[in-house]
């Protein structure tokens, strides 16, 4: 298995991870729109998210067909492994 192979399984994870955080903090804030410490948590979990999916889709292309990343030349989307498929 190649380093990049790696890194790109690790990156989505770490997405998924913070995107999780994020959609949980969301949930939460629904119920307790006053908590200041989980509304900076949220946002934390945010940019960090948006941070994470511009890093893969600059190395790997778009994680999803409505992506906001830029798309290189030759269009990418059409290219295997696609981000939900198994990268083993």
């Known amino acids: 298995m190649s ?4 890194d ?15 959609l949980e903090l969301n949930l939460y804030l629904d119920t307790h729109p006053n908590d200041q410490k989980a509304l900076r948590d ?3 979990f945010t940019t960090e998210a948006m941070k994470l999916r511009n890093i ?16 290189q030349y030759p269009w990418a989307w059409v290219n295997d492994p696609w981000p939900w498929e198994s990268q083993d």
């Open 3 to 6: 380093k990049s192979k790696i």
């Open 8 to 22: 790109r399984n690790d990156l989505l994870r770490k997405i998924q991870e913070v995107e999780f955080a994020a």
């Open 42 to 44: 949220y946002n934390m």
């Open 56 to 71: 893969y889709e600059m190395n790997y292309g778009p994680l999803t067909n409505f992506s906001f990343a830029l798309s």
